[in-house]
């Protein structure tokens, strides 16, 4: 049985994994992946792509962008982590409908898939309509909505402190 080439297998796993759906809008599964970079380079036998410069990527309300975006995938072809690089990697999703965008930063955006977790590493930001938290490391669990944060991690170049803002929540009537 001969396995599915990496850039077909890149097109369907960003398609059914990114844009799953605890974290995306309904129809961002079925909307097409476009992808921006200045070079690409595809291992199939080490089941990674990695492009370079100034890397954009985006499918229905999913955007991931950095200098580098490297996608691995397992033995089966599915895609396990997308890590995107540079001095402000982003990505972005929104939830549902009726939730706010969830925007996220750091100098290493790491997202992985089989945990539905983001690690965001060095001036990590996270945003969901008022919250923000911000620190040196900063890891979101998606199906829980839990925030981790640290002033120090590896891979974070200076101590930075935690800092969050928590909007109150509206409530209708007296």
Avoid at 77 to 100: H, S, V
Avoid at 106 to 121: D, F, K, N, Q
Wanted: hydrophobic residues 40%; aromatic residues 4%; negative net charge.
């Amino acid at each position: 049985m001969t396995r599915p080439s990496l850039a077909a297998l890149l097109a369907l796993s960003l398609a059914a994994t990114l844009a799953s759906p605890a974290l995306a809008l309904e129809g961002d599964a079925g909307a097409p992946v476009q992808v921006e970079a200045d070079r690409l380079e595809l291992d199939d036998r080490a089941g990674t792509a990695v492009y370079q410069g100034d890397v954009r990527i985006q499918q229905g309300s999913l955007r991931l962008t950095g200098e580098r975006v490297e996608i691995r995938r397992n033995d089966a072809g599915q895609l396990t982590r997308a890590t995107a690089i540079g001095e402000r990697a982003y990505l972005e999703q929104k939830p549902a409908p009726d939730q706010p965008l969830v925007q996220a930063w750091g100098r290493t955006v790491i997202y992985h898939v089989a945990e539905r977790r983001i690690e965001l590493i060095d001036r990590a930001e996270l945003h969901q309509g008022g919250d923000t938290f911000d620190g040196g490391y900063l890891e979101y669990f998606l199906d829980r909505r839990v925030v981790q944060a640290r002033a120090e991690a590896e891979g974070v170049d200076e101590r930075q402190r935690v800092r969050m803002t928590l909007e109150p929540e509206r409530q209708d009537g007296p």
